[in-house]
């Protein structure tokens, strides 16, 4: 069966983005663009809230380097949105959730394919995990506290057990860290 990842990156002391929405900290290197493209690779299909899909959109759709493998992969991948203000999505291969999180999940996981990845998406992925639908997590904790800003895991109101199934540190200290759900 597919899984769902959840995959963004962190602070050391636990935001996804500093208190004006930042995200100029993000290590962006040789081994992140490896990273990258080995995740884009083992993927099928992409699911982003509102906020990261319209960022995502202005920065890959017409992305001027369009023989990179990540730039190929962001605009090829189809694309699931969730938004409860959006009337339509434009970016190629996209469409917009029609369903309940819940339906929508229950849908992709019966279909085959390879998993299934919640890009960024920090606000989706809290009702993803109140609902106990992510089966794995990868999070690239990055060397910077940032003192204040958006906590990654702020919707949690009960605890979550995980198992680490494997950890690798990257030259820049970046820790990729990789847990499953103990559902």
Excluded at 65 to 85: A, D, G, H, W
Aim: hydrophobic content about 40%; charged content about 25%.
């Amino acid at each position: 069966m597919r899984k769902i990842i959840f995959c963004n990156l962190m602070t050391i002391d636990g935001f996804f983005e500093g208190p004006q929405q930042e995200i100029d900290w993000h290590y962006a290197d040789e081994e992140h663009d490896k990273f990258a493209v080995e995740l884009l690779n083992s993927v099928d299909t992409m699911i982003f809230g509102r906020k990261t899909y319209q960022l995502m959109e202005k920065a890959w759709a017409h992305a001027s380097t369009q023989s990179s493998p990540i730039v190929k992969s962001m605009n090829e991948l189809p694309k699931l949105v969730f938004s409860r203000t959006l009337e339509k999505v434009e970016w190629e291969n996209s469409r917009l959730a029609q369903g309940a999180i819940s339906d929508e999940v229950a849908t992709i996981k019966k279909q085959p394919g390879k998993d299934v990845v919640i890009l960024g998406s920090a606000e989706l992925a809290a009702s993803f995990m109140k609902l106990r639908l992510i089966d794995e997590y990868q999070i690239l904790l990055n060397p910077i506290l940032l003192g204040k800003g958006n906590p990654l895991f702020k919707e949690m109101d009960e605890r979550m057990k995980l198992s680490l199934i494997r950890s690798k540190v990257r030259k820049n200290g970046v820790v990729e860290l990789y847990y499953r759900n103990q559902i």
